[in-house]
């Protein structure tokens, strides 16, 4: 199974981070957060990944072209233009990295990854900027068992800000809001079947919009639903949080070891 994911974006409100480089290279504990969904999904043996590239998307192809490097011990012996490697770890992973374009839309971007999905019976697809404890297993199995042509993940947005409890001019309580308003949103970690791209127009095409609201409409939307944790990266707190949490060894999206 493939996974595909939405890397293309210019992250404005992260713009601290994204004037050199675009936001799933922005960095949480010394790796990209692109490295770390992908390390998501290989837990769940899920190493065949198509990554859907935009803005300085060559920063991010750089990256994977140096990975082996990234990743190993190496002496350069500069007199004989050698290169020794010591120690060398390297993913299990088929990275295909495509120029989805500088202005795309995100479903503009999944339209342009589909001759490389044409055999899939299905495929995952997520956001380049979001890391998430969610069992990508059973994920998948509940897709197949819904038997629909796309799954999301619905989960609860984080709380952003603190809750007061007001009575009679007097903060009774003041807790911080953990589960936004009470409703789910969609949270992405998708399983979609590649005939839902036909859905798609063009490059003008947000896939949260006419394309899922046809499937919503259709019956053809599952909602695996995911209580536990879920955050986005969109800005330069939320950066902040995630480095912090990891930082201190108590990572929840870390499921390998």
């Known amino acids: 199974m493939k996974a595909v ?37 290989s837990h769940y043996g899920i190493n065949d990944f198509v990554i859907c590239c935009g803005y300085k998307g060559y920063v991010i192809k750089e990256y994977f072209a140096n990975y082996f490097l990234h990743m190993s011990d190496i002496t350069f012996d500069m007199r004989n233009n050698e290169m020794k490697v010591h120690q060398q770890y390297a993913e ?46 059973k994920l998948i199995a509940f897709h197949r068992a819904a ?8 989960t609860y947005p984080p709380g952003r800000f603190g809750a007061l409890d007001i009575q009679n001019g007097r903060v009774g ?30 490059d003008d095409t ?15 939307l599952a909602a695996f639903q995911h209580e536990g944790f879920w955050q986005p990266m969109d800005t ?12 201190s060894g108590q990572a929840p999206w870390k499921v390998w070891s």
Not at 147 to 154: E, V
Not at 175 to 186: L, R, S
Request: glycine content about 12%.
């Open 5 to 41: 994911i939405l890397a293309g974006g210019l992250g404005s409100r992260i713009s601290e981070e994204t004037t050199l480089k675009p936001k799933p290279m922005v960095e949480i504990g010394g790796k990209p957060v692109l490295w770390h969904i992908m390390k998501i999904y």
């Open 92 to 137: 299990p992973w088929k990275v295909t990295l495509v120029d989805t374009g500088e202005n795309s839309m995100t479903g503009g971007r999944l339209r342009r990854v589909k001759e490389y999905l044409k055999d899939e019976e299905d495929f995952c697809f997520t956001y380049g900027d979001g890391v998430s404890d969610v069992d990508i297993g």
């Open 147 to 154: 038997g629909t042509d796309a799954t999301l993940t619905a």
């Open 206 to 220: 947000t896939w949260e919009r006419e394309p899922l609201e046809q499937l919503s409409t259709s019956g053809q």
């Open 173 to 202: 309580s003041f807790k911080e809001k953990p589960k936004g308003d009470g409703g789910m949103i969609n949270g992405g970690f998708f399983v979609l079947k590649p005939k839902v791209i036909d859905l798609i127009d063009g």
């Open 236 to 247: 330069l707190r939320d950066k902040t949080y995630l480095e912090s949490l990891w930082q």
